[in-house]
């Protein structure tokens, strides 16, 4: 078996206090160039992964885990310890789905991003060099290219 078909996949924050593995991601996996997802990974943009909950599990630290519900309800956890971001959760989305954040992630995947979203409120000085699908908010919102 290659590396990277290794299941679970196995990711960690970056003090390592936080551990989680994942059985299986949904396909959806996008960059978010939304200003909060930007603030809260000191980036040019957030890129989430989605896994079914029962298909994702905290294996270490949980009790590390910190939530920030911002202004428009949506929910960001992040590690008490090092501050790395670990995943979102917006009061309109699927509660059956994790999105967590792909850059904890220390298993080798195949599966690539498909879109940037929110690319209305991108940073002035982050370009967008690929050719995937670019949303003005929302992937059901108006697609820009
Ligand atoms: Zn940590
Ligand atoms: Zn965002």
Known sequence: MKKN???PYKGQCLCGAIKY???E???LTAHCHCSMCRKFHGAAF???GEARKERFRWIEGEEHLKSYVADNGTTR???DSCGSSMTFHAPTGQDDIVEFTLGTLDSDITLRPDAHIYVGSKASWSDI???LPQYVDGRDSEKIT
């Open 25 to 27: 991601m949904t396909n």
């Open 77 to 79: 956890q992040f590690c």
């Open 46 to 48: 957030a890129t989430f």
């Open 129 to 131: 060099c690929d050719d």
């Open 5 to 7: 078909e290794d299941k």
């Open 21 to 23: 593995e994942v059985d």
